[in-house]
T-cell receptor, first 115, second 115 residues
Framework: GAGVSQSPSNKVTEKGKDVELRCDPI?????LYWYRQSLGQGLEFLIY????????KSGLPSDRFSAERTGGSVSTLTIQRTQQEDSAVYLC?????????????FGAGSRLTVL | AQSVTQPDIHITVSEGASLELRCNYS??????LFWYVQSPGQGLQLLLK??????LVQGIKGFEAEFKRSQSSFNLRKPSVHWSDAAEYFC?????????????FGDGTTLTVKP
């Protein structure tokens, strides 16, 4: 697509429920990243995909968080047994290879509220 | 480990006045530096980047930034601010390796523009 698309844009859930957040990167971008932005905070790196593999999962906060990417395209971030501290905006970004590899194009984010 | 400090949490300037947003970084090698802007409800948009060469880089929307290695700084400037520049600004440092996109972001500076 023309840009990075994320869905849902807003999600309100109850504590303990599972949620899935979706990211559709720019067509042809091989790298995909998930960041978390809590209120008044900077961006916290969660996970990075190169193709379908995730060489760096170091930012995932706990084993309740997981992500996958299929077909080198769409990625899903899953949060199991959500907690109130999971409330944040989850941003997805993608990048190309070569000299463009450092330049991230971000989606508008998925705002998650855990009640 | 790389880190980014944006000393100013919030800055207010009058429309038409000049602007400088500060950014200091810590990185063990030559950094790749970025400024992103985030308007309310939007994802982050790249303003400009520094990879190498001329230390004064020009970006979109009339912004520029200067890389000063001796001061570990990459301050963002604009000679005359417009009301539409009100947003949150993030400085980021990245590494040129397989985790190229794993940029580290500062906590952001919120810019308010007075009429």
């Amino acid at each position: 697509g023309a840009g990075v698309s994320q869905s849902p844009s807003n999600k309100v859930t109850e504590k303990g429920k599972d949620v899935e957040l979706r990211c559709d990167p720019i067509s042809g971008h091989t790298a995909l990243y998930w960041y978390r932005q809590s209120l008044g905070q900077g961006l916290e790196f969660l996970i990075y995909f190169q193709g379908n593999s995730a060489p760096d999962k170091s930012g995932l906060p706990s084993d309740r968080f997981s992500a996958e990417r299929t077909g080198g395209s769409v990625s899903t971030l899953t949060i199991q047994r959500t907690q109130q501290e999971d409330s944040a905006v989850y941003l997805c970004a993608s990048s190309s290879t070569g000299s463009g590899a450092n330049v991230l194009t971000f989606g508008a984010g998925s705002r998650l509220t855990v009640l | 480990a790389q880190s980014v400090t944006q000393p100013d949490i919030h800055i207010t300037v009058s429309e038409g006045a000049s602007l400088e947003l500060r950014c200091n970084y810590s990185y063990g090698a030559t950094p790749y530096l970025f400024w992103y802007v985030q308007s309310p409800g939007q994802g982050l948009q790249l303003l400009l980047k520094y990879f190498s060469g001329d230390t004064l880089v020009q970006g979109i929307k009339g912004f520029e930034a200067e890389f000063k290695r001796s001061q570990s700084s990459f301050n963002l400037r604009k000679p005359s601010v417009h009301w539409s520049d009100a947003a949150e600004y993030f400085c980021a440092v990245g590494a040129w390796d397989t985790n190229a996109g794993k940029s580290t972001f500062g906590d952001g500076t919120t810019l308010t523009v007075k009429p």
